[in-house]
């Protein structure tokens, strides 16, 4: 059975890189209806921290990506790792160090001074030593000298790599903990791991993972490194590209899967489609179809594709999420708002349901202030008379509906003889703050007539006050 694994460091939030990982990861294992497994590597003690452990099993479980297997956690194994290293050891795969740093550092400072490859030169490789107590000690993996290490990468094709080039790397400190090459190799192994999807910042690291897994004569799976995302000007992503941790997505109004169908096309193609159902991308999902260079970050993008999820998904749900959103800032409606019909017009103008949330505020408190551009054109001294009008009949209205309203907003177009926009627009303004809304007799009588009357008011004040 094909297994695959993503494997996060719990150092921090977990970021748009990352979660592309997990995604190939998630895709590939349920195109072959494989397994994915879901490992915290959390050697790094002194970095690694349960508020990121917890931040990343929220980015996984928001967008949906659910695993087979796991969480499992690397130091919940450490007594497998001694005991592999131990089993290393034994079988004269590895050897005990006690270079010191002062050495290291000179042996490196040598070595780049002469213009070579800084690298452990094998000073302790063949002396036997065992453990001491009284001596700071490492473990050193005692790496092939002859012959080559090979491997298809199913993203940069085949890599050979001369075991000549390869030190005797670090499998244990001097303190027992295993380092991240070992540990890696173990738990691949101990897991079943047959497929290997990461960042090709590792690509380095893969020579060395397979001498220790053909120490350990256990089986070498396939791998794929596909190439880091970058910002907008070819240099490595950061907050300055707008690229951000996951759940900061969440909470700027950005959809799952719509995230997810942005970062599947971060490095993967399906000839020019853009949009993508979830089951779209796991039937059309290959290994060979992974880019081989590497992908840009564009936020615009992003924002272009959630609004497509915006537009096209069930109702029901974005009124649900602008619903929870307004919880969440304590803001009080009734049950029986019409939700359906406002954000149903207004999801086809924003990106995001942040942006949506804001675009209906004026239905449920105060606004503080006039959209400048539509101030400018509509709250102008032409529109005292149309408003102070509309505020006198409205305010004899008995009957506040939509019908009712419009008769009204018709009566004074009538009687200034003007065109609709003419009294219409500055009644928008005046009550949304902006110029759009759904029809303004709908808005008038969603508002309600206290709310309305207020604002018709204060519109006529700031135009008699800034055009006096």
């Keep these: 059975m094909i297994k695959t694994r993503f494997a996060p460091s719990p150092t921090g939030v977990l970021h748009v890189g990352g979660a592309r990982t997990a995604l190939f990861c998630?895709?590939?294992?349920?195109?072959?209806?494989g397994r994915?497994?879901?490992?915290?590597?959390?050697?790094d003690l002194?970095?690694?921290t349960?508020?990121?452990v917890q931040a990343i099993l929220d980015a996984m479980q928001w967008l949906g990506l659910d695993y087979?297997?796991?969480?499992?956690?690397?130091?919940?194994?450490?007594?497998?790792?001694?005991?592999?290293?131990?089993?290393?050891i034994e079988q004269g795969h590895a050897y005990y160090c006690e270079c010191s740093r002062e050495r290291l550092d000179d042996l490196r400072e040598q070595q780049m001074a002469a213009k070579q490859k800084p690298r452990y030169d094998g000073c302790c490789r063949e002396l036997g030593l065992q453990a001491d107590s009284d001596k700071p000690m490492v473990v050193r993996f005692k790496n092939p000298q002859q012959g080559v290490v090979s491997f298809h990468d199913h993203v940069k094709g085949e890599i050979s790599v001369s075991n000549s080039e390869l030190d005797d790397l670090i499998i244990a400190r001097s303190d027992g903990s295993p380092t991240y090459n070992l540990s890696v190799v173990v738990d691949d192994m101990d897991m079943d791991i047959t497929h290997v999807l990461r960042g090709d910042d590792h690509v380095n690291n893969t020579p060395r993972q397979i001498n220790i897994l053909n120490a350990l004569a256990a089986p070498v799976p396939?791998?794929?490194?596909?190439?880091?995302?970058?910002?907008d000007d070819g240099k490595r992503l950061s907050k300055r590209h707008g690229a951000v941790g996951v759940m900061e997505y969440f909470a700027a109004g950005y959809l799952p899967e719509a995230l997810l169908n942005y970062l599947v096309r971060l490095g993967w193609s399906h000839g020019d489609q853009e949009i993508f159902t979830l089951q779209e991308m796991i039937d059309n999902f290959s290994l060979d179809g992974l880019n081989k260079s590497a992908s840009s970050f564009n936020t615009d993008k992003l924002k272009w594709v959630n609004q497509q999820y915006l537009m096209s998904s069930p109702l029901d749900r974005i009124v649900q999420l602008v619903r929870q959103r307004l919880d969440l800032l304590e803001l009080v409606y009734d049950d029986d708002f019409e939700f359906a019909t406002v954000?149903?017009?207004?999801r086809q103008r924003v990106f995001t349901i942040n942006e949506l949330v804001d675009s209906i505020l004026y239905c449920f408190q105060d606004f503080t202030a006039y959209d400048e551009k539509a101030a400018q054109k509509v709250l102008k001294p032409a529109a005292l008379e149309p408003l102070q009008r509309l505020l006198d009949l409205l305010a004899?209205?008995?009957?506040?509906?939509?019908?009712?309203?419009?008769?009204?907003?018709?009566k004074v177009t009538a009687e200034l003889e003007v065109g609709m926009g003419k009294v219409g627009q500055p009644l928008r303004v005046a009550v949304t703050g902006g110029s759009f809304s759904p029809p303004i007799d709908q808005t008038v009588e969603l508002l309600g007539k206290e709310r309305s009357i207020n604002r018709i008011q204060r519109a006529i004040e700031f135009i008699s006050t800034n055009h006096a």
């Design 343 to 346: 954000v149903d017009l207004y």
């Design 68 to 88: 087979d297997e796991g969480p499992y956690y690397q130091t919940q194994r450490f007594a497998r790792y001694i005991e592999v290293i131990n089993q290393l």
């Design 50 to 52: 349960p508020e990121s």
């Design 396 to 410: 004899e209205l008995d009957s506040w509906n939509a019908v009712s309203i419009h008769d009204v907003v018709a």
């Design 222 to 231: 396939e791998y794929a490194h596909v190439p880091m995302i970058l910002g």
């Design 46 to 48: 002194e970095r690694s």
């Design 26 to 33: 998630w895709l590939y294992s349920k195109k072959v209806d």
């Design 36 to 43: 994915f497994v879901l490992r915290i590597e959390d050697t």
